[in-house]
């Protein structure tokens, strides 16, 4: 007994120190996405700027840039790993991403759409979720069709994404308006925001996350594997749909203003897992923190390596996460990603 309670308490002792380690790590780029750039302004004027002083140079550099673009960074990141690692646990399947299985190619159609039909209606972001949730249900008719193999699933992803992407050069062909900086769009960018612009997607991710928190000791279960979850009085099929429903308005809702970013969603639930172990809130958890703080640290990154010219952030991220997914299919080998 007293074994398992050192056990207990040293597992708490090492999330504790995690996510304080992770929240440091995130008010760090935070304020260095603040402070740096082609105009360096100090932490202590930011400060000022930000507590209602807002005069000259620096206050306008970073209230209508610098804190709307950070602010993106860390909503985005946020929205894109907490989709990921829930995507990734209710499907089990490690291959599984908003990027990979086509959530955020059929969130970025239904985004172009509406930006093409009702530009100035702000529906960006519910129109980016019905993208993300149609997407979501295409692959798991056809994978469960064909068995619901692991590799299934993602090869039914890629199809989609490759069919939304089509529709998406389709809408831009017709109406090349619709998308503002279309090629950040497509490779996935962060520049040019505006508070406006963000705002309606924080209230979705917000109450998205918000839920998939509430429901992380259902996920623990569901977990364990459907038929399982079924035995122990959970309606399984219908946690399901409402867990890829929550995913899905994470990425739809950030991808709406940051285009069509990918591996975040992938990368960091396996590092939150690595880390924090298999439980679903303290996994969730870390994923969100890590999330926001790798998307804000890459578009720094994106900013300042080839300054004066910048980066979309998307190229980047395929820098990093290109070898991670080749690491993770090597590591699949001899057969396992068909279990």
Not at 86 to 114: E, F, K, R, T
Not at 161 to 169: C, E, K, P, Q, V
Not at 228 to 252: D, E
Request: with cysteine; proline share 4%.
């Amino acid at each position: 007994m007293n074994v398992l309670c050192r056990s207990s308490a040293s597992k708490g002792y090492g999330r504790a120190l995690l996510f304080a380690v992770l929240t440091g790590l995130l008010f760090l780029s935070a304020v260095m996405s603040l402070c740096l750039g082609a105009v360096y302004i100090s932490p202590s004027d930011t400060l000022h700027v930000l507590l209602g002083n807002p005069s000259g140079t620096a206050a306008s550099i970073i209230l209508y840039a610098r804190l709307p673009r950070t602010v993106g960074c860390l909503l985005a990141g946020t929205a894109l790993a907490v989709s990921g690692a829930v995507i990734q646990s209710v499907l089990s399947n490690p291959l599984a991403a908003p990027n990979i299985i086509g959530v955020n190619s059929g969130a970025g159609m239904m985004a172009a759409l509406c930006c093409a039909v009702a530009p100035a209606s702000g529906l960006a972001p519910l129109a980016s979720f019905l993208g993300a949730q149609l997407s979501v249900m295409l692959v798991l008719f056809i994978a469960e069709k064909t068995g619901a193999a692991k590799i299934t699933l993602v090869l039914a992803g890629i199809s989609i994404s490759s069919l939304f992407g089509a529709g998406i050069d389709t809408v831009v062909t017709f109406v090349p308006e619709a998308l503002n900086g279309y090629s950040d769009f497509r490779i996935g960018g962060l520049s040019n925001l505006s508070m406006a612009r963000v705002a309606p997607a924080a209230v979705i991710i917000v109450i998205a996350l918000i839920s998939a928190l509430a429901l992380s000791n259902e996920m623990d279960v569901l977990m364990l594997g459907m038929d399982t979850a079924a035995s122990l009085g959970l309606p399984a099929k219908q946690l399901r749909l409402v867990l890829l429903t929550l995913a899905s308005a994470l990425a739809g809702a950030a991808v709406s203003f940051s285009g069509l970013l990918g591996f975040v969603g992938l990368i960091v639930p396996h590092i939150a897992r690595r880390l924090a172990g298999e439980e679903s809130l303290p996994m969730l958890t870390a994923s969100a923190l890590g999330g926001a703080s790798m998307l804000t640290i890459c578009d720094l990154l994106a900013r300042l390596l080839f300054a004066p010219y910048e980066l979309p952030v998307g190229i980047v991220l395929s820098f990093v996460g290109v070898p991670f997914f080749i690491w993770l299919l090597l590591r699949q080998r001899g057969g396992r990603i068909h279990d």
